[in-house]
């Protein structure tokens, strides 16, 4: 299991294995021993156990892909790992467990998660700064204070782990830059300037976001209906409670008429989707759709034998130009098509000729659909 830090994959893991021993290979002395003797680490574990932060040890993979391997009764789920980074974490699993490990990723908590533990915040503006992470909602500290300590202790203490950079502040800012283009197009260059790093830093530096669970990227559909399409990816944060803080947003009240407001919102829609498909331990089937000449959708949800189309808008009253990219990419797609969809920032479920609008408090609507 892996996913951001503190988006519960400890907590998950001992309530639905509580009869297996718990081991954090953050402790020193623990990871000492797992990586200078394997073998007698892991045999202190006939049964199996919790491994935690295991892209501290992926040395272990191979030794544990032996135990499974001899295991006369066949045992499923002898060990669960779980991992807070991508990198070299996935790739040594599909090196030394392929054919013999079940992947899941875990995302900070859903609305409908929220929703149905009566800890939902009653406005989007609310739910927009706060986030969704489960301490925000467990321990309700200050999200400014638990934002700004979340943001220093990974950037002093995964970065550092993952890429040698020498100078820190520089990689804060190239983040903060990030979270001021999340729902929009990439453009590495323009990134790069702004930080005053070359290109190829700034490519880095974004995979190490996304290896971190940070952000997410978006890649256009390929289905270009005749049409000459952008091929660049669009940059998502995967919380919206980091992003507004990485933005400077104080308060809830300042998200009413924030300029970001829209951005974070549509951020909100994408992780909210990628979460239903990832509680489900299905991957991301999300795409959005963009001509060269700006018509765009927002979000092309792909489904075996037809395209999803889905807009977001953060108003709070639906305006007739809000259907309007719907109805063309309608026009365009025909028969591929299914039944459009509209989220928007309003409190009422509606529909208007082709398209479903759904209210953001009641996206489960629209998440079950997905699943």
Known sequence: MTGPRQSGKTTLVKMVFPDKPYVSLEELDVRDFAINDPRGFLNQYPNGAILDEVQRCTGLFSYIQSIVDVDKDKRSGLFVLTGSQQFGL??????????????????????????????????????LFQGLYPPIYDRQPSPLQWYDNYIRTYIERDVRQ???????????????????????????????????????????????????????????????????????????????????RLLGIQTKEQLLLHPQRGALFETWVVSELLKARFNQAL????????????????????????????????????????????????????????????????????????????????IADLTRLLQ
């Not at 054919?99 to 609310?126: C, K, M, N």
């Not at 804060?172 to 323009?190: D, E, K, Y």
């Not at 979000?299 to 709070?316: F, R």
Request: proline letters at 2%.
């Open 90 to 127: 996935l790739s040594n699993i599909t090196q030394s467990l392929a054919g013999r490990v079940a992947l899941f990723t875990l995302l900070p908590f859903s609305l409908t998660e929220l929703q149905t533990a009566s800890h939902a915040p009653s406005a989007i503006e609310a739910l």
């Open 283 to 362: 991957s991301s089937n999300l795409y959005f759709w963009r001509d060269h000449i700006g018509n765009e959708i927002d979000i092309i949800v792909e489904q075996a034998n037809c395209l999803i189309p889905i807009e977001v808008k953060s108003g709070k009253t639906v305006a007739s130009d809000f259907l309007k990219g719907l109805n063309h990419w309608l026009g365009l797609a025909g028969d591929s098509a299914d039944k459009a969809w509209l989220v928007y920032g309003g409190e009422q479920n509606q529909v208007r000729k082709n398209v479903e609008i759904v209210s953001w408090n009641h």
């Open 162 to 244: 993952l890429i040698n950079v020498r100078d820190l502040t520089t990689f804060q800012r190239f983040v903060r830059i990030c979270a001021a283009h999340t729902g929009q197009l990439i453009n590495l260059s323009s990134l790069a300037n702004d930080c005053g790093i070359n290109h190829m830093t700034a490519k880095a530096w974004l995979s190490v976001l996304e290896a971190s669970y940070l952000v997410t990227l978006l890649s256009p559909h390929f289905n270009n209906f005749n049409k000459r399409l952008v091929k660049s990816p669009k940059l998502y944060f995967l919380d919206t409670g980091l992003a507004a």
